[in-house]
T-cell receptor, first 113, second 115 residues
Framework: KQEVTQIPAALSVPEGENLVLNCSFTDSAIYNLQWFRQDPGKGLTSLLLIQSSQREQTSGRLNASLDKSSGRSTLYIAASQPGDSATYLC????????????WGLGTSLAVNP | GAGVSQSPSNKVTEKGKDVELRCDPI?????LYWYRQRLGQGLEFLIY????????KSGLPSDRFSAERTGESVSTLTIQRTQQEDSAVYLC?????????????FGPGTRLTVL
């Protein structure tokens, strides 16, 4: 059974810092992995999607890497800003079951001005 | 175009009442998903619709939960005889199955509170 773990559960940093959020999964047979951002009352926003054959994806100040064999992904945020404050969720789509995303509990990020 | 929309945004109901939640997916998206997020817990898959195929209901927690979808458009999630443990944010997502790697796009959610 696929399980997704995110570390740390919460993170507070001063503005301008570079930071790394971690996601691990127990079953490496995945189709893809997605990073989402969740803002209160605004649902989920997809940030980056990495296919199982890919190693990383980049969007602006965000870079996500994937090491499928070790069951790990990291989300790197460069030059953090107060507007980055949100909960970041990692979810995997298991190979052969292109339906159910399996979710981590998220990392709650606070970027202080 | 417009994103996924859900209504109502908030719903407060009394224990034992039935509630109906609505989801309008992105136009043209063939797949639609319902998830639940209870306080302090991760998102849980509830149900999945894909075109005219039989829905995957494997995540529905009890027979009090049901969902319908009209063609490839609106979906409603119905909870009968609500219980306090049903209190959660209910999220709907849609995707264009088979294209863009099944990326799912989410609505803002419906926050359900059962008193």
């Amino acid at each position: 059974k696929q399980e997704v773990t995110q570390i740390p559960a919460a993170l507070s940093v001063p503005e301008g810092e570079n930071l790394v959020l971690n996601c691990s999964f127990t079953d490496s047979a995945i189709y893809n992995l997605q990073w989402f951002r969740q803002d209160p009352g605004k649902g989920l926003t997809s940030l980056l999607l990495i296919q199982s054959s890919q190693r990383e994806q980049t969007s602006g100040r965000l870079n996500a890497s994937l090491d499928k064999s070790s069951g790990r992904s990291t989300l790197y945020i460069a030059a953090s800003q107060p507007g980055d404050s949100a909960t970041y969720l990692c979810a995997v789509l298991n190979a052969g079951n292109n339906r159910k995303l399996i979710w981590g509990l998220g990392t709650s990020l606070a970027v202080n001005p | 175009g417009a994103g996924v929309s859900q209504s109502p945004s908030n719903k407060v109901t009394e224990k034992g009442k039935d509630v109906e939640l609505r989801c309008d997916p992105i136009s043209g998206h063939t797949a639609l998903y319902w998830y639940r997020q209870r306080l302090g817990q991760g998102l849980e898959f509830l149900i999945y619709f894909q075109g005219n195929s039989a829905p995957d209901k494997s995540g529905l927690p009890s027979d009090r939960f049901s969902a319908e979808r009209t063609g490839e458009s609106v979906s409603t999630l119905t909870i009968q005889r609500t219980q306090q443990e049903d209190s959660a944010v209910y999220l709907c997502a849609s995707s264009l199955y088979g294209v863009t790697y099944n990326e799912q796009f989410f609505g803002p959610g419906t926050r359900l509170t059962v008193l």
